[in-house]
């Protein structure tokens, strides 16, 4: 076996609704086709692959589990930090020590952390 590379993640959520508000109106993913499974869900697209899929259900006590937080390439750090505050999201911005990679961490509607990264070359919002 041979890892060819990271195919999907998946977050647990009992607030559909928000949760598909958070990644599609705030991150920008866009909704598409998923498979008639048997519970609620979505299934959330970048870059024409359906890296995140959005699945209704009864959360765990610890919304992180073993995984600390799911990371996303991501451009235009000024609108990015613009929508965040928009919707009320905290979220914490900084720069990644050595390499200069914008980074925003934040939090879904059900807990999970989220990491998006931008490049050093995109200029430094004024009002973070």
């Known amino acids: 076996m041979a890892i060819q590379g990271m195919n999907h993640f998946n977050v647990l959520t009992d607030k559909l609704a928000a949760t598909r508000s958070f990644y599609v109106g705030v991150l920008g993913f866009t909704e598409g086709p998923r498979p008639p499974l048997d519970f609620g869900g979505a299934w959330l697209y970048a870059g024409g692959q359906p890296i995140l899929h959005v699945s209704e259900g009864k959360l765990p006590a610890d919304p992180a589990g073993v995984l600390d ?41 059900c807990g999970a952390k989220v990491e998006l990264d931008f490049s050093p070359e995109e200029s430094a919002p004024t009002d973070a």
């Open 69 to 109: 937080h799911l990371a996303f390439s991501a451009t235009d750090l000024k609108g990015t930090v613009a929508r965040l505050k928009v919707n009320g999201i905290k979220f914490t911005l900084r720069r990644q020590v050595g390499v200069g990679t914008w980074q925003i961490f934040c939090h879904d509607p």
